[in-house]
């Protein structure tokens, strides 16, 4: 299958320290997603980025796809405790756009 | 809303056994998943269906199978439970479609196999 690797596998950080987990895939991507998780619950989608060098942002989070669409950056600006999750990264099988692998997921801790 | 429901949060079962988890979508979705989640692992891709009794494997269907009779419903099957399949089960379901594909998760099974 699609392989997706992400970095780094945790992350404890101090309140409004800045936060940036990464994606890197042996294939070049269609597209690829971020989902979060809060402790006990189950993955949500934040955001699909599809083109090249594209950069996304959502307050306080910022997403970028590589140029070379084989990588992917999300980076959280002044972390705070409701930021606490992990976060994944997912991909879709090279000639499949709706089978998607995921990355192994960045646990964040947000220390108060 | 879209809704995916999983039948059980919890569920013990003894090796051996024949195990079924069921997963319900009530957003009509072509695209349904299981994967497993494992700490460290993420989450791990079991078997993908993008129709009624179509499946493809993912990367770990040894000791599972699926099946997809209603485009609704997705059922996983652990034809004799190991207790290597511990582990925490998600169902997702997502629309056949270019464009935005967000996979929307059941709450998970939490399966025990001792």
């Known amino acids: 299958g699609q392989q997706v690797m992400q970095i780094p596998q945790y992350q404890h950080v101090q309140e409004g320290e800045d936060f940036t987990t990464y994606c890197n895939s042996s294939t070049t991507l269609s597209n690829i997603q971020w989902y979060k998780q809060r402790p006990g619950g189950h993955p949500v989608f934040l955001i699909q980025?599809?083109?090249?060098?594209e950069v996304k942002k959502q307050k306080r989070l910022t997403f970028q796809f590589g140029e070379a669409k084989k990588n992917s950056s999300l980076h959280i600006t002044a972390t705070q405790t409701t930021d606490v999750g992990t976060y994944f990264c997912?991909?879709?099988?090279?000639?499949?756009?709706?089978?998607?692998?995921f990355g192994s997921g960045t646990k964040l801790n947000v220390k108060p | 809303d879209v809704k995916v429901t999983q039948s059980s949060r919890y569920l013990v079962k003894r090796t051996g056994e024949k195990v079924f988890l069921e997963c319900v979508q009530d957003m009509d979705h072509e695209n349904m998943f299981w994967y497993r989640q494992d700490p460290g692992l993420g989450l791990r891709l079991i078997y993908f269906s993008y129709d009624v009794k179509m499946k493809e494997k993912g990367d770990i269907p040894e000791g599972y199978s699926v099946s997809r009779e209603k485009k609704e419903r997705f059922s996983l099957i652990l034809e004799s439970a190991s207790t290597n399949q511990t582990s925490m089960y998600l169902c997702?379901?997502?629309?056949?479609?270019?464009?935005?594909?967000?996979?929307?998760f059941g709450q998970g099974t939490r399966l025990t196999v001792v």
């Open positions: 997912a991909g879709p099988e090279l000639y499949n756009f709706n089978k998607f692998y």
């Open positions: 997702a379901s997502s629309l056949s479609r270019q464009g935005i594909t967000e996979a929307f």
């Open positions: 980025l599809v083109k090249s060098g």
